[in-house]
Structures are given as structure tokens and as C-alpha cells.
């Protein structure tokens, strides 16, 4: 390759190059450097900084709190101890078997965990976390007990010497494991980076913000958060591996709360969520006590300070992570046709019934509009259609009353064909326009954690075909000049209009619309009205809270009236507007006094 | 006695009060209409101190509260009963309207309007010792205007007191209300059953979208054809 | 004896072993109960303030032998009580003011760290200045016990029952009966609403804290002389069991905290005396992994339905 295909392709690979500029002053260090004790500290700062990255994906990227991390360190470390004394097994066997053992101990711990409320989940964690410990501290026979296992293999590479080729063990010389840790690093950090920009990694971001909104637009959520917690637990397994081996000696007490505290502090200090901020947090956390060896009585003191300083005033860390937001299969699209009914739908509960009876029918490319008084009853009902509440009795039917949408979660819903929008506004502030939109493909694409690390050819595709597609709906929705930038800084009109185009992004049938127009003034009220006559036009059913009559009135192929919990009418809007009954429960009867 | 000038809300983004301005006269009653999403609520908070004004001022007898802590709003003499009622469920009747003279230190005094409260709302006494959260939607509500009216308040501030009722509870809290006003206590009142409010009340405005659009004596609102357009627009 | 009688009489020995320290995890958890109910923050620092209760209560011993050579026992306890209690109230109205309160509108999880990074900060701290070995505690009450019938119970158990029911009890009356504490039940409740009553949201999480850090002392206290013993380490244990006893009970509920903490020491004594002592730990963390899965809403709360 000559220079400038080179420098082509450098800029045409952003993680590649990153990866390298940052890492390679590392790898030239020894070169010119070669105190064997900064070397070891080094070492141990990688190994820090490949653990930092594991909780990174966990903590960060999906934004569970994880406060038991340590355990699995503990786990992949003994794997490989244990493999190793037992089974003879080399290290180069072992590390991906320490990887899977965490791995599948860390599904097996989220899977009935991950329902659990955040900062519920976090000490759920911990108490996990603390079991492990104490278990590995009680199995005498299996894992030495307090005491540890001893006599732990070290890596061996094959080498060429006057000999011909052997089998040469590390040795005690930190600076094969410096290599190796800095390789690891290197390639987690690279293979993070594919996914955090790929098809999963938008959907963990999406969840991270908003997991309600990221559920109602097809994204599996628990399945999701499942698969970001395995990875975790297979990266800190891999760290374990390379710790057992080079300690040679581990014992159950280098594995407490204290370390899983210090990994999180590591990610929070850099920035939750980044890659890079990561590292840069294992490296600060890593090298400080080395820095402040005099002060090291002190250290757990500056260390809870630290903590407590940053999330007062720093709360995104050094590098500008994401906060923690709120807390948010092979698809076969049938064509329905938009049509939906809902006969004797009724709920209660607690001496409350918002719905009581209601029937509603929906044709296939009609707009229908739900008025009614404060309290009436409307959220709930389109909470009832859309999955996120239950009905009690009665029935909630799409697609000409083939399929039925009571009982179901909101992503089996969407894969029906219903989508919706939220009265109070519920975008994925902190990623672009364009992100937003494509979560909405989420559910209408196969790939999975594999093909977006791995790039599998599905995956470009999938991304390719993605990434067109919703550039088209911004642009026929009128926001494709803003396609790359942040949606939490669009006006309101336009953050109105992405939450729509988001919903279309499903592929719906049917939309539900709460609320669109709340808050926006005459202009960009009449240009939603126009868009919707234009979904309605590509022939999907919309049907919509409002309160604005003068938008809803024209707008309308019928409207229905609800009043505690009940439709009391329902028609073409010239006819309701007149309607006695409605006037009445807007306005007060005219006797009333 | 209250005035309202020029005041502009914002939630994050939306601009829910756009230069809104009225007043209450002493011993008045006043009604505050508009629909769902027209900003009555966020006038009531913002007078009561929940919400902060982006511009503009509240002035309550000649002195600024826009801004003021609500416990402070409290202290001068501006009680705010808020939508849905949220009466302390877990709590007593009584222990509510214990709550409601939080702020005051006169023992008898205090008992003597909580007499007066049972006068007005005798089911109250009937259910003292009774859980809140017990306790129906009409009595919740008689049992918030209770609470606020504990505190001796000056004015009073009501958030759609109809809302989620039966229409004759709702008559009767409506003839209560007449009777607190006709004690002499200034009230101000939210309510989107316009025929309910406009009946008690001497004066009133409508609120769209944040902005007044109509205010007047309470005939005059009545018969006014923009009202039913300001609900159900169209014409 | 025969062996049925050895078998009730190790039983019921198990038992009491259990509700001492179920009513000292009681205390505890009360604090952290309290304060979730107002601001819904699991205040990790909360068992390290129990710690500081047991060393400020071993520091007023050593004082007032310092000062009074032999002091009688009755002056002792009120000197440790003074001393534990308000030094723990101090420091949680510090707490609450200098790391909780500028997070009020922040996320919960950020809370969360640092609510961990006050317990590190106070554990190594009392580390700092009282050293990192065990301290042993002597003896202010003469070692009595009682044999009944193949059980024995000592004067310090007796003890820890008396005063921790009369915590227990003057903590109900006071969240019942007084202003302050229908303040904060109704603080608890909803904020807004109480604070249209006049009632200071601030002041009302502050002597929550308060009030929560007091109770805490007072186990520590009790802790400290049961044991003979304290060090450093005590507080991250014993407050994360309490915690467990507190979700257990049902979080927000008092005498939730009061019946998780009682449970949770006697089923942890009679997993310690039948299964075995190294395992006991992890029964009161899986009790409480259990908990927080399948009932969060613990004995008496209410289910809690995920709010849209």
C-alpha cells in the first residue's frame, strides 16, 4: 500500500486508529524505559483497565449498576487455577474457559435479576457478588479455602533457540505480561468500539436512556440487558485468567466489594458509557497509589472522597460520559391491514376505573381522534392498546381480529404492527436523530451481539439497509438536515416530529399518536396535521389523543368521545362538535349550579 | 389581593404560560377555565411556589411570592389544594387536617376551625379516625379543601375540584364552596366544567394554550360563544 | 435431661441468641428505612454511622474512666448513650447536607455511589483515628446470667431487649403522635403535597437522618457491649444485613424494619446454630438476593405496580 491509500484507509478505520495512537506510546515505552517494578504497576493498571472495560459495558453502556463485578474476576481466575492444577490445562486454553465460566455464572446471575428496579439491581448484585466470595472462601477441598490455590501455570509461548522451537514459560520478568495485557486491551477495546457502533450497541444506548421507549420501538430489553451483562462477565473472566497466572498464588480475599467499588469508580471517573474514559480511569485509580505512596493510610479515604466529589460535580466523569437516564427472532411481517377493535375493554384498580366498558373500532386507514375531559380515561386506554397496561375484561384485536394485543408485552405489540408515540415526549436525548430513527428497524432485523462485533456480512447489510431507510423517512418528514445531530438540542417541533418518524421507523399498520401537537404553536401544528395526513395516505391507521380542537376537528375521518372511561359518542367531528352529551361533559350541564 | 402579571412558564422546552396575567379582588370568587392542557394547573403552581416562573411577577397583598418557597406561600396565607386531592392516604382524617394547621401555633384556635370544618363537611367527623386512603372521592376532596382551609388561609386556591366526581358530589362540594366564599374567604377557582364554575364564581378567565383569551364578569363568559369554541373549537 | 428437653433448650437458646441481634439489626435497619421512605435513597453510609456508635460509645468509657477513675455503671451508660448518640446524629445531618442534599434532583444510581463513597470515606476515617486492630470494649455492667431450664440468658441480653424496645416504641410514639413525625409520614408520602402544608421538606429529611443516625448509635452501643469488641469493619456487615432486614420487612414501613430485623437475626441464629456458623452470611445475602427478586415490597408493603 502506498502513503496515501495508507492514510486513506487510517481514516476510513476511526477505532483502528484510535486503538493505536492511544496504545502505542504504551508499546514503545519498554524501549526506552524498563524499571521492571512501573512495568509490573503497569501491568496491573492493564489489567485494571481490561476489567474497567468489561463493567464499562454493563454500568455504561446498558446502565445497570453492577456492585459485585469482583465475582466474576473471581470466577475466571479460578477457573483457570483450577483447570490448570486438575486438568494440566495451559494458559492459552484456560483463558477463554475462564471467560465462558464467568460468562455463563454471569447470565445465570442476570437472568432473575435483571427485571430487579436500578438501584434494587445494584445491591442485588452485591449480595451475589458477596455469595460468590463467601462460597469460594467455604469450599475448602475445591478451592483451597482462605489460603487459595498455589502453583498456578504461567503462559508459555513457543520460541526458536539454538535448540529449535520450545516451549518457554513467562517467568517472572513482567514484560511478556506487560505485552499481552496491552494486546488484550488493545483488542476489547477495538472489538468494543465495533459495538457500541452497530445495530446492539444502539439498542443498549436506547435502553440506557429510555428502556420504557426502547421497548414500546421493538427492542427486546431484558434479552438485551442479559446479553450486555454476559459480555461483561466474559471480559472480567478473561482478566481473571491473566491475573491467576501471573500472581501464580489468589486467594479468595483480592476479590471483595472493595475491588468491584474501585472497577466502578474506575468507569465512573472516566465517563460512563466511554470506551476510552475507561481506561483513563484505570489508569488514574490504578497509578494514584503508587503516586501517593506516602499517603497510603489515606487511600480509602481519598478514595471515597473522590467519589463523593465527582458525582457532585463531575457526574460524567473526565471524559464526558452519559449519565444514567431513566430508569426504560426471526420476525416474520405479516401485512395486516391497520384495522383494530376493542370490544368491552374495562380496568380497575384501587378503587379507580378508568376504563369501564369501552368499545372502539378502527378501520383500515382512518384517522381517529379520542377527546375528552381531564381524567377521562384516554392515556389508560392507549396504554391498555399499546401493552404497557392490562386490561381486566374484554377483548383488544388487530388486524381484522386475527391477532390479540391484550396480555401482550409492548415489543410483541409493535411486531403486530402497532406503534406509538408519548405525551410527554419520551426521544433518546443523547444520541443523534438518525440513532433515534433507527432503533425503530431494531425488531425488523435479524443480526445479534455476534455479527456486530464479528461485522458479520448480515450485519452490514442489515446497517447498510437500516441507515438508508431511515434517512429517507427524515427526509420525508422534513428533519434530514438534522440527521447527525444530538436530539436532545432540536426544538420542540422537531423533537415532536423525530418521536413520529421514530414510530414509522417500526413499520407500523396502526399508529398511536399521544398527544402530537401539545405545546407547539399554530405553524408547526399545521404541519404535523399535514404529516399525519400523509401517514394516513401511505395507508396506515392513525389514531390519536388531543386536546387542540382546532386540530383535531379537521384532521379527523371520526372521533370518539370518552368521559369516564366510557365513549359517549362518537362520529364525524361536525356531528360530535354539536353533540349535546359531549358539550355537556366538557362544559357542565346547563343545569348545573 | 393576588395579581398575576405577565408571567411566563416554561417545562424544559414548551412554553406553558406565555405572559399571563389576572387578579383577585378580597372575597372574591374567580374562575380560571380552559382545557385540558391549557395551562390551569401550572398557574395554580406557580402561584402556590411548586413552580418558578421563567418571567413576570405574583404579587399577593402588594408583596412578590413568585419564586417563594411554597412553605413560605403557605405562611403568608395562600393555600393551594391541589389536583386529585392528594390527601395523605396512610394518614387519619384527622391527623390530615392536623397537618393542614402545621404552620400554626394558636391550640385554640386551631380547634375552633376544625369545628368549623366539621360544620361545613360533617362526614369528615364522622370518619376521624378513619385512613384517608379510606375514604371516598367526594369526601377525599371535601377532606383536601379541610385540610387547606386549616391553615386560615386568605385565599384559596382550587385545582379541579370536580374532577373524577359524581355529578351530584360534585354539586354539593360546589354549594360548599359557595359557603366558604360567603365567610368571606377569596377563592380561586380551576375547573374545566365551565357551566359548574361559572355558576359560583363572580368573574372569570380562559386560558388557551397559555395565553388568556377571554376574561369578564361570569355571565358574560357564559353566553359567550367563545368559550364552547375554546373547548370544542370549530364553530 | 432428657434428649428432647437438650434439643427445645438448644432451640430456644438459638432463639434468644437470635432476637438480641435481630434487635440490634432492628435499629439499624430503622435508619435506612426511614430514609428511603423520605428520599428514596439507600444510604450506604448507614451501617458505618453504626460502626461510629460503637467506637464513640467505647470512647466515652475511656473518657469517663480517665476522668472519674471508677465511674458507676449507671453513669457509664448514659455517658456512652450521650456520647454515641449525639456524635452519630452530628455526623448524620453532616452526611445529609454535604453529599446527599446537592444530589437531590440527580438520578438515583449517582446518589447510590456516593452514598458508597461516604461509607469508605467514614469507615477509613475511624480507621485513621482509632487504629486498624480490634478494639476490646470493658466491661460496664457485671457479667450476670440466668439459667432456666438449660438456657441461659445473660444480663446483656436483657438489656438490649429493654432498650431497644424502648427505642422502638418512642420511635412509634413519636412518628404517631408528634407534629414533627406526622410531618415526615406525610413528607414520606408526597413531598409536594406536604410541602403546600407549610412543612419544610428540608427540615423534614434532616431530622429523618437525624433520627435514623440516633437509632444506629444506640445499636452500636449495645452492639459494642455485647460483643466485648469493635473494629472498622463492623459497619459494612452489619448494615448490609440490616439493609436486607429493612427490604425484608418492607422498605419505608417502621415497624416493617422492626419485625425484617428480628426475623432476619433469629432465622440467621438458627441458621448458624443448625447449618452452619461460616454459612450464616451467606443465608442473610441470599435472603436478601431472594427479596429483592421475587418481593421487593418485603413483608408489609404494598406491591408496588411500575408506575408509566
Same mark, same amino acid.
Given at each position: 500500500?502506498?502513503?496515501?491509500?495508507?492514510?486513506?484507509?487510517?481514516?476510513?478505520?476511526?477505532?483502528?486508529?484510535?486503538?493505536?495512537?492511544?496504545?502505542?506510546?504504551?508499546?514503545?515505552?519498554?524501549?526506552?524505559?524498563?524499571?521492571?517494578?512501573?512495568?509490573?504497576?503497569?501491568?496491573?493498571?492493564?489489567?485494571?483497565?481490561?476489567?474497567?472495560?468489561?463493567?464499562?459495558?454493563?454500568?455504561?453502556?446498558?446502565?445497570?449498576?453492577?456492585?459485585?463485578?469482583?465475582?466474576?474476576?473471581?470466577?475466571?481466575?479460578?477457573?483457570?487455577?483450577?483447570?490448570?492444577?486438575?486438568?494440566?490445562?495451559?494458559?492459552?486454553?484456560?483463558?477463554?474457559?475462564?471467560?465462558?465460566?464467568?460468562?455463563?455464572?454471569?447470565?445465570?446471575?442476570?437472568?432473575?435479576?435483571?427485571?430487579?428496579?436500578?438501584?434494587?439491581?445494584?445491591?442485588?448484585?452485591?449480595?451475589?457478588?458477596?455469595?460468590?466470595?463467601?462460597?469460594?472462601?467455604?469450599?475448602?477441598?475445591?478451592?483451597?479455602?482462605?489460603?487459595?490455590?498455589?502453583?498456578?501455570?504461567?503462559?508459555?509461548?513457543?520460541?526458536?533457540?539454538?535448540?529449535?522451537?520450545?516451549?518457554?514459560?513467562?517467568?517472572?520478568?513482567?514484560?511478556?505480561?506487560?505485552?499481552?495485557?496491552?494486546?488484550?486491551?488493545?483488542?476489547?477495546?477495538?472489538?468494543?468500539?465495533?459495538?457500541?457502533?452497530?445495530?446492539?450497541?444502539?439498542?443498549?444506548?436506547?435502553?440506557?436512556?429510555?428502556?420504557?421507549?426502547?421497548?414500546?420501538?421493538?427492542?427486546?430489553?431484558?434479552?438485551?440487558?442479559?446479553?450486555?451483562?454476559?459480555?461483561?462477565?466474559?471480559?472480567?473472566?478473561?482478566?481473571?485468567?491473566?491475573?491467576?497466572?501471573?500472581?501464580?498464588?489468589?486467594?479468595?480475599?483480592?476479590?471483595?466489594?472493595?475491588?468491584?467499588?474501585?472497577?466502578?469508580?474506575?468507569?465512573?471517573?472516566?465517563?460512563?458509557?466511554?470506551?476510552?474514559?475507561?481506561?483513563?480511569?484505570?489508569?488514574?485509580?490504578?497509578?494514584?497509589?503508587?503516586?501517593?505512596?506516602?499517603?497510603?493510610?489515606?487511600?480509602?479515604?481519598?478514595?471515597?472522597?473522590?467519589?463523593?466529589?465527582?458525582?457532585?460535580?463531575?457526574?460524567?466523569?473526565?471524559?464526558?460520559?452519559?449519565?444514567?437516564?431513566?430508569?426504560?427472532?426471526?420476525?416474520?411481517?405479516?401485512?395486516?391491514?391497520?384495522?383494530?377493535?376493542?370490544?368491552?375493554?374495562?380496568?380497575?384498580?384501587?378503587?379507580?376505573?378508568?376504563?369501564?366498558?369501552?368499545?372502539?373500532?378502527?378501520?383500515?386507514?382512518?384517522?381517529?381522534?379520542?377527546?375528552?375531559?381531564?381524567?377521562?380515561?384516554?392515556?389508560?386506554?392507549?396504554?391498555?392498546?399499546?401493552?404497557?397496561?392490562?386490561?381486566?375484561?374484554?377483548?383488544?384485536?388487530?388486524?381484522?381480529?386475527?391477532?390479540?394485543?391484550?396480555?401482550?408485552?409492548?415489543?410483541?405489540?409493535?411486531?403486530?404492527?402497532?406503534?406509538?408515540?408519548?405525551?410527554?415526549?419520551?426521544?433518546?436525548?443523547?444520541?443523534?436523530?438518525?440513532?433515534?430513527?433507527?432503533?425503530?428497524?431494531?425488531?425488523?432485523?435479524?443480526?445479534?451481539?455476534?455479527?456486530?462485533?464479528?461485522?458479520?456480512?448480515?450485519?452490514?447489510?442489515?446497517?447498510?439497509?437500516?441507515?438508508?431507510?431511515?434517512?429517507?423517512?427524515?427526509?420525508?418528514?422534513?428533519?434530514?438536515?438534522?440527521?447527525?445531530?444530538?436530539?436532545?438540542?432540536?426544538?420542540?417541533?422537531?423533537?415532536?416530529?423525530?418521536?413520529?418518524?421514530?414510530?414509522?421507523?417500526?413499520?407500523?399498520?396502526?399508529?398511536?399518536?399521544?398527544?402530537?401537537?401539545?405545546?407547539?404553536?399554530?405553524?408547526?401544528?399545521?404541519?404535523?396535521?399535514?404529516?399525519?395526513?400523509?401517514?394516513?395516505?401511505?395507508?396506515?391507521?392513525?389514531?390519536?389523543?388531543?386536546?387542540?380542537?382546532?386540530?383535531?376537528?379537521?384532521?379527523?375521518?371520526?372521533?370518539?368521545?370518552?368521559?369516564?372511561?366510557?365513549?359517549?359518542?362518537?362520529?364525524?367531528?361536525?356531528?360530535?362538535?354539536?353533540?349535546?352529551?359531549?358539550?355537556?361533559?366538557?362544559?357542565?350541564?346547563?343545569?348545573?349550579? | 389581593?393576588?395579581?398575576?402579571?405577565?408571567?411566563?412558564?416554561?417545562?424544559?422546552?414548551?412554553?406553558?404560560?406565555?405572559?399571563?396575567?389576572?387578579?383577585?379582588?378580597?372575597? &372574591?370568587?374567580? =374562575?380560571? $377555565?380552559?382545557?385540558? +392542557? /391549557? #395551562?390551569?394547573?401550572?398557574? *395554580?403552581?406557580?402561584?402556590?411556589? !411548586?413552580?418558578?416562573?421563567?418571567?413576570?411577577?405574583?404579587?399577593?397583598?402588594?408583596?412578590?411570592?413568585?419564586?417563594?418557597?411554597?412553605?413560605?406561600?403557605?405562611?403568608?396565607?395562600?393555600?393551594?389544594?391541589?389536583?386529585?386531592?392528594?390527601?395523605?392516604?396512610?394518614?387519619?382524617?384527622?391527623?390530615?387536617? &392536623?397537618?393542614? =394547621?402545621? $404552620?400554626?401555633?394558636? +391550640? /385554640? #384556635?386551631?380547634?375552633?376551625? *376544625?369545628?368549623?370544618?366539621?360544620? !361545613?363537611?360533617?362526614?369528615?367527623?364522622?370518619?376521624?379516625?378513619?385512613?384517608?386512603?379510606?375514604?371516598?372521592?367526594?369526601?377525599?376532596?371535601?377532606?383536601?379543601?379541610?385540610?387547606?382551609?386549616?391553615?386560615?388561609?386568605?385565599?384559596?386556591?382550587?385545582?379541579?375540584?370536580?374532577?373524577?366526581?359524581?355529578?351530584?358530589?360534585?354539586?354539593?362540594?360546589?354549594?360548599?364552596?359557595?359557603?366558604?366564599?360567603?365567610?368571606?374567604?377569596?377563592?380561586?377557582?380551576?375547573?374545566?366544567?365551565?357551566?359548574?364554575?361559572?355558576?359560583?364564581?363572580?368573574?372569570?378567565?380562559?386560558?388557551?394554550?397559555?395565553?388568556?383569551?377571554?376574561?369578564?364578569?361570569?355571565?358574560?363568559?357564559?353566553?359567550?360563544?367563545?368559550?364552547?369554541?375554546?373547548?370544542?373549537?370549530?364553530? | 435431661?432428657?434428649?428432647?428437653?437438650?434439643?427445645?433448650?438448644?432451640?430456644?437458646?438459638?432463639?434468644?441468641?437470635?432476637?438480641?441481634?435481630?434487635?440490634?439489626?432492628?435499629?439499624?435497619?430503622?435508619?435506612?428505612?426511614?430514609?428511603?421512605?423520605?428520599?428514596?435513597?439507600?444510604?450506604?453510609?448507614?451501617?458505618?454511622?453504626?460502626?461510629?456508635?460503637?467506637?464513640?460509645?467505647?470512647?466515652?468509657?475511656?473518657?469517663?474512666?480517665?476522668?472519674?477513675?471508677?465511674?458507676?455503671?449507671?453513669?457509664?451508660?448514659?455517658?456512652?448513650?450521650?456520647?454515641?448518640?449525639?456524635?452519630?446524629?452530628?455526623?448524620?445531618?453532616?452526611?445529609?447536607?454535604?453529599?446527599?442534599?446537592?444530589?437531590?434532583?440527580?438520578?438515583?444510581?449517582?446518589?447510590?455511589?456516593?452514598?458508597?463513597?461516604?461509607?469508605?470515606?467514614?469507615?477509613?476515617?475511624?480507621?485513621?483515628?482509632?487504629?486498624?486492630?480490634?478494639?476490646?470494649?470493658?466491661?460496664?455492667?457485671?457479667?450476670?446470667?440466668?439459667?432456666?431450664?438449660?438456657?441461659?440468658?445473660?444480663?446483656?441480653?436483657?438489656?438490649?431487649?429493654?432498650?431497644?424496645?424502648?427505642?422502638?416504641?418512642?420511635?412509634?410514639?413519636?412518628?404517631?403522635?408528634?407534629?414533627?413525625?406526622?410531618?415526615?409520614?406525610?413528607?414520606?408520602?408526597?413531598?409536594?403535597?406536604?410541602?403546600?402544608?407549610?412543612?419544610?421538606?428540608?427540615?423534614?429529611?434532616?431530622?429523618?437522618?437525624?433520627?435514623?443516625?440516633?437509632?444506629?448509635?444506640?445499636?452500636?452501643?449495645?452492639?459494642?457491649?455485647?460483643?466485648?469488641?469493635?473494629?472498622?469493619?463492623?459497619?459494612?456487615?452489619?448494615?448490609?444485613?440490616?439493609?436486607?432486614?429493612?427490604?425484608?420487612?418492607?422498605?419505608?414501613?417502621?415497624?416493617?424494619?422492626?419485625?425484617?430485623?428480628?426475623?432476619?437475626?433469629?432465622?440467621?441464629?438458627?441458621?448458624?446454630?443448625?447449618?452452619?456458623?461460616?454459612?450464616?452470611?451467606?443465608?442473610?445475602?441470599?435472603?436478601?438476593?431472594?427479596?429483592?427478586?421475587?418481593?421487593?415490597?418485603?413483608?408489609?408493603?404494598?406491591?408496588?405496580?411500575?408506575?408509566?
Amino acid at each position: 500500500m502506498n502513503g496515501s491509500a495508507l492514510k486513506a484507509w487510517w481514516r476510513k478505520h476511526p477505532f483502528i486508529s484510535q486503538v493505536v495512537t492511544y496504545l502505542a506510546p504504551f508499546a514503545l515505552l519498554p524501549l526506552v524505559h524498563r524499571n521492571p517494578y512501573h512495568l509490573d504497576v503497569l501491568t496491573g493498571v492493564g489489567i485494571y483497565a481490561i476489567l474497567a472495560l468489561g463493567l464499562n459495558v454493563i454500568v455504561g453502556t446498558a446502565g445497570l449498576l453492577h456492585l459485585g463485578y469482583a465475582a466474576f474476576f473471581a470466577i475466571g481466575a479460578y477457573s483457570y487455577a483450577l483447570l490448570n492444577i486438575h486438568a494440566d490445562c495451559p494458559f492459552w486454553l484456560g483463558l477463554p474457559a475462564s471467560g465462558v465460566a464467568a460468562m455463563a455464572l454471569g447470565t445465570l446471575i442476570a437472568v432473575p435479576s435483571i427485571r430487579v428496579r436500578g438501584d434494587y439491581l445494584a445491591i442485588t448484585t452485591l449480595g451475589f457478588g458477596e455469595i460468590v466470595r463467601i462460597t469460594v472462601n467455604n469450599l475448602d477441598e475445591w478451592t483451597g479455602g482462605p489460603n487459595g490455590l498455589l502453583g498456578i501455570d504461567r503462559p508459555s509461548l513457543p520460541m526458536h533457540g539454538p535448540d529449535g522451537w520450545t516451549l518457554r514459560s513467562f517467568s517472572v520478568d513482567p514484560l511478556p505480561y506487560y505485552y499481552l495485557v496491552l494486546a488484550m486491551t488493545a483488542a476489547i477495546a477495538y472489538l468494543l468500539f465495533r459495538l457500541s457502533d452497530s445495530k446492539i450497541g444502539r439498542a443498549l444506548t436506547a435502553i440506557r436512556e429510555d428502556e420504557l421507549a426502547a421497548g414500546c420501538m421493538g427492542v427486546p430489553v431484558l434479552r438485551t440487558k442479559i446479553t450486555a451483562f454476559a459480555l461483561g462477565s466474559f471480559i472480567a473472566g478473561l482478566a481473571g485468567a491473566v491475573y491467576a497466572s501471573k500472581q501464580t498464588i489468589i486467594s479468595p480475599d483480592s476479590f471483595d466489594f472493595v475491588l468491584s467499588v474501585l472497577i466502578l469508580a474506575m468507569v465512573v471517573l472516566g465517563g460512563m458509557g466511554n470506551i476510552w474514559g475507561a481506561a483513563l480511569g484505570a489508569f488514574v485509580l490504578g497509578v494514584l497509589p503508587e503516586v501517593l505512596r506516602e499517603f497510603a493510610a489515606y487511600r480509602m479515604l481519598l478514595f471515597g472522597l473522590i467519589m463523593i466529589l465527582m458525582m457532585i460535580f463531575r457526574p460524567q466523569g473526565i471524559l464526558g460520559g452519559q449519565l444514567i437516564r431513566r430508569e426504560l427472532r426471526p420476525v416474520r411481517r405479516e401485512v395486516s391491514d391497520g384495522a383494530a377493535e376493542v370490544k368491552g375493554a374495562s380496568k380497575s384498580y384501587g378503587g379507580v376505573a378508568p376504563l369501564k366498558n369501552m368499545d372502539l373500532v378502527i378501520h383500515a386507514g382512518e384517522i381517529v381522534s379520542l377527546i375528552g375531559p381531564n381524567g377521562a380515561g384516554k392515556t389508560s386506554f392507549f396504554n391498555c392498546v399499546t401493552g404497557l397496561a392490562r386490561i381486566d375484561a374484554g377483548r383488544i384485536a388487530f388486524d381484522g381480529g386475527r391477532v390479540r394485543l391484550d396480555g401482550l408485552a409492548p415489543e410483541r405489540i409493535l411486531r403486530a404492527g402497532v406503534a406509538r408515540t408519548f405525551q410527554n415526549l419520551r426521544i433518546f436525548r443523547n444520541m443523534t436523530v438518525l440513532e433515534n430513527v433507527a432503533i425503530g428497524y431494531h425488531s425488523r432485523t435479524r443480526s445479534g451481539l455476534l455479527d456486530a462485533i464479528l461485522r458479520t456480512r448480515r450485519h452490514r447489510v442489515e446497517e447498510m439497509k437500516t441507515l438508508r431507510e431511515s434517512l429517507e423517512l427524515l427526509g420525508w418528514i422534513g428533519l434530514n438536515e438534522q440527521a447527525n445531530e444530538i436530539a436532545g438540542c432540536l426544538s420542540y417541533g422537531d423533537q415532536k416530529r423525530l418521536e413520529i418518524a421514530r414510530a414509522l421507523a417500526c413499520g407500523p399498520r396502526l399508529l398511536l399518536l399521544d398527544e402530537p401537537v401539545a405545546g407547539m404553536n399554530p405553524t408547526e401544528k399545521s404541519a404535523i396535521s399535514a404529516v399525519i395526513r400523509r401517514i394516513r395516505d401511505r395507508g396506515i391507521s392513525v389514531f390519536l389523543i388531543e386536546h387542540d380542537m382546532k386540530v383535531v376537528m379537521p384532521l379527523s375521518d371520526r372521533v370518539v368521545v370518552m368521559d369516564d372511561g366510557r365513549k359517549i359518542a362518537e362520529g364525524p367531528p361536525d356531528k360530535v362538535q354539536c353533540d349535546p352529551r359531549v358539550i355537556a361533559a366538557y362544559l357542565g350541564e346547563p343545569g348545573d349550579a | 389581593m393576588l395579581e398575576v402579571r405577565h408571567v411566563h412558564t416554561r417545562y424544559g422546552k414548551v412554553d406553558c404560560l406565555k405572559g399571563v396575567g389576572l387578579s383577585v379582588g378580597a372575597g &372574591e370568587i374567580v =374562575a380560571l $377555565l380552559g382545557a385540558n +392542557g /391549557a #395551562g390551569k394547573t401550572t398557574v *395554580l403552581k406557580t402561584l402556590s411556589g !411548586l413552580v418558578r416562573p421563567s418571567a413576570g411577577e405574583v404579587l399577593f397583598e402588594g408583596r412578590r411570592i413568585d419564586g417563594v418557597s411554597p412553605e413560605e406561600v403557605v405562611r403568608r396565607g395562600v393555600a393551594h389544594v391541589p389536583e386529585g386531592r392528594k390527601v395523605f392516604q396512610k394518614l387519619t382524617v384527622l391527623e390530615n387536617l &392536623e397537618l393542614g =394547621a402545621y $404552620l400554626r401555633r394558636d +391550640g /385554640a #384556635g386551631v380547634r375552633g376551625d *376544625l369545628e368549623h370544618v366539621f360544620a !361545613l363537611f360533617p362526614v369528615l367527623k364522622q370518619r376521624l379516625r378513619q385512613r384517608a386512603g379510606t375514604l371516598s372521592g367526594g369526601e377525599q376532596q371535601m377532606l383536601a379543601i379541610g385540610r387547606a382551609l386549616m391553615s386560615r388561609p386568605k385565599v384559596l386556591l382550587l385545582d379541579e375540584p370536580s374532577l373524577g366526581l359524581a355529578p351530584i358530589v360534585v354539586s354539593s362540594i360546589f354549594r360548599m364552596i359557595r359557603e366558604i366564599n360567603r365567610e368571606g374567604r377569596t377563592i380561586l377557582l380551576v375547573e374545566q366544567n365551565a357551566r359548574m364554575a361559572l355558576s359560583v364564581a363572580k368573574r372569570a378567565y380562559v386560558l388557551e394554550l397559555g395565553e388568556i383569551v377571554l376574561s369578564g364578569e361570569a355571565e358574560a363568559v357564559r353566553d359567550s360563544p367563545e368559550v364552547q369554541s375554546a373547548y370544542l373549537g370549530g364553530g | 435431661m432428657s434428649d428432647a428437653q437438650v434439643a427445645a433448650a438448644l432451640l430456644a437458646q438459638q432463639l434468644i441468641n437470635g432476637l438480641t441481634i435481630g434487635l440490634v439489626y432492628a435499629l439499624i435497619a430503622l435508619g435506612y428505612t426511614m430514609v428511603y421512605g423520605v428520599i428514596q435513597l439507600i444510604n450506604f453510609a448507614h451501617g458505618e454511622v453504626f460502626m461510629l456508635g460503637a467506637y464513640l460509645a467505647l470512647t466515652a468509657v475511656w473518657l469517663l474512666t480517665a476522668w472519674l477513675g471508677a465511674p458507676p455503671a449507671i453513669l457509664l451508660l448514659c455517658g456512652m448513650f450521650a456520647l454515641s448518640v449525639v456524635g452519630c446524629a452530628l455526623t448524620g445531618r453532616l452526611i445529609e447536607r454535604v453529599a446527599y442534599r446537592p444530589l437531590r434532583g440527580s438520578p438515583k444510581l449517582t446518589a447510590l455511589i456516593t452514598s458508597i463513597g461516604v461509607s469508605f470515606f467514614l469507615q477509613n476515617a475511624v480507621m485513621l483515628l482509632y487504629g486498624s486492630r480490634e478494639q476490646s470494649v470493658p466491661e460496664v455492667l457485671p457479667m450476670v446470667s440466668w439459667e432456666v431450664g438449660g438456657v441461659s440468658v445473660s444480663g446483656m441480653q436483657l438489656l438490649i431487649l429493654a432498650v431497644s424496645a424502648a427505642m422502638m416504641v418512642g420511635l412509634d410514639r413519636f412518628v404517631r403522635r408528634t407534629r414533627t413525625g406526622k410531618a415526615m409520614r406525610a413528607c414520606a408520602e408526597n413531598t409536594e403535597a406536604a410541602s403546600l402544608m407549610g412543612i419544610s421538606p428540608d427540615a423534614v429529611i434532616r431530622n429523618t437522618f437525624m433520627l435514623g443516625s440516633g437509632l444506629a448509635a444506640v445499636g452500636g452501643m449495645l452492639f459494642a457491649m455485647n460483643y466485648g469488641s469493635v473494629s472498622f469493619h463492623d459497619g459494612y456487615l452489619a448494615g448490609l444485613k440490616a439493609f436486607t432486614a429493612a427490604v425484608f420487612g418492607g422498605i419505608g414501613s417502621i415497624p416493617g424494619a422492626m419485625i425484617g430485623g428480628i426475623l432476619l437475626g433469629v432465622f440467621e441464629g438458627l441458621a448458624a446454630g443448625y447449618l452452619s456458623s461460616e454459612w450464616k452470611d451467606v443465608f442473610a445475602f441470599g435472603l436478601l438476593v431472594c427479596v429483592l427478586i421475587f418481593r421487593p415490597s418485603g413483608i408489609l408493603g404494598e406491591n408496588l405496580p411500575e408506575k408509566v
